[in-house]
């Protein structure tokens, strides 16, 4: 029978957490113009754009109409105005010579004020329209990956209305849930790594640290960056955990260790070459070997395979001994 003893080891410490993978941020791409028809849909779920690519198209033909009106409601109004002005002038003229009254000249002068508004009005409409003429062409307003599209062809535009979501710079994060006593632990820049569905790795880093913790779960939030090739997608529920300072760790092969009832237990010979049975907790794993947290001494020593077919108060026949490998 192979016997070991306990190796203590420094090894990097982790912390284990779960959450969801989820947008870094999300922009929604809204209808900035109202009672138009959506002529063109160009993007589609998943498409990934540069800013300022042409997502959709509302008709612009009935707002090219109205800019014409307003152009030309502008240009009536400058000509109002300046026959307006031209009165005023003689006017002004006119009253040091008393042939007009001071009522009847400021009359003039108010006329000439009324146009000059009404200009500045009519100026103000028009732009209103050009801007509802630039707003008929939805553009993405940063680079990213659509995640979400409610826009229909031939629908009719409401103020404010979504059309699309975009996932900006393609950016995901992992929002690991962390319990409270545990956050003073974690720091931005850390490494972290998020184990997949198929049992690969993705290596993350933190970004950020909540500075509060829910109330009900009393969990706090930890906001870890992900590479844009990680494989995840959002929405999905993952683990990970994140890699702490190292400390030590009382170390035996994983073989050596006994699953009995639902617990753990490692076989102790002691100088008489009989077997006890002690009960243990097993902590990290790392290249087949793992740390013990029962009550052991780095001195005693344990079956290295096999215990399975021992029971307590059993002698054993000590082939060889070995430090743990």
């Known amino acids: 029978m192979e016997l070991i003893e306990p190796r203590a080891e420094q090894w990097p410490d982790r912390l284990s957490a779960s959450g969801e993978i989820a947008a870094w941020q999300e922009a929604v791409i809204g209808t ?34 109205e800019l014409a009106r307003l152009d030309a409601e502008v240009a009536v109004a400058e000509a109002t105005l300046v026959e307006a002005q031209a009165d005023a002038q003689r006017v002004d003229r006119l009253q040091d010579t008393q042939a007009i009254s001071a009522q009847a ?35 993405a307003p940063d680079d990213g990956v659509i995640t979400s599209r ?32 545990d956050l003073a632990r974690l720091e931005p820049g850390m490494t972290v790594e998020i184990a997949r569905a198929d049992g690969s790795v993705v290596a993350g880093s933190v970004r950020q640290v909540a500075p509060t913790v829910d109330a009900r779960t009393r969990n706090g939030i930890v906001y870890v960056d992900l590479p844009s090739d990680s494989g995840l997608a959002a929405g999905m529920y993952v683990s990970g955990h994140f890699a702490l300072a190292q400390r030590e760790a009382l170390t035996v092969p994983e073989s050596a260790v006994v699953l009995r009832d639902g617990n753990s237990y490692l076989m102790r010979v ?51 001994e070995s430090p743990v490998s």
């Not at 800013?51 to 009935?62: C, I, K, N, Q």
Request: no cysteine; hydrophobic share 40%.
């Open 32 to 65: 900035e113009v109202a009672g138009v028809r959506l002529k063109k849909v160009l993007a589609d779920v998943g498409d990934v754009v540069k800013r300022g690519d042409l997502l959709a198209r509302y008709d612009e033909d009935s707002l090219r109409a």
């Open 270 to 320: 002691d100088a008489n070459q009989r077997v006890h049975q002690v009960k243990v907790s097993g902590g990290r794993r790392r290249n087949g070997a793992i740390e013990i947290l029962g009550d052991i001494g780095s001195q005693d020593r344990f079956v290295r395979s096999g215990g399975a077919f021992l029971a307590d108060g059993d002698r054993v026949d000590v082939a060889t």
């Open 105 to 139: 000249a400021q009359a003039y002068r108010t006329a000439a004020a009324v146009a000059q508004a009404r200009v500045e009005s009519a100026k103000a409409q028009r732009e209103a329209q050009r801007l509802k003429l630039r707003y008929a062409r939805i553009t």
């Open 150 to 181: 409610s826009a229909t062809l031939g629908s009719v535009g409401t103020l404010g209305g979504e059309l699309f979501r975009l996932l900006r710079d393609g950016r995901l994060e992992w929002r690991a849930e962390v319990p409270a006593a």
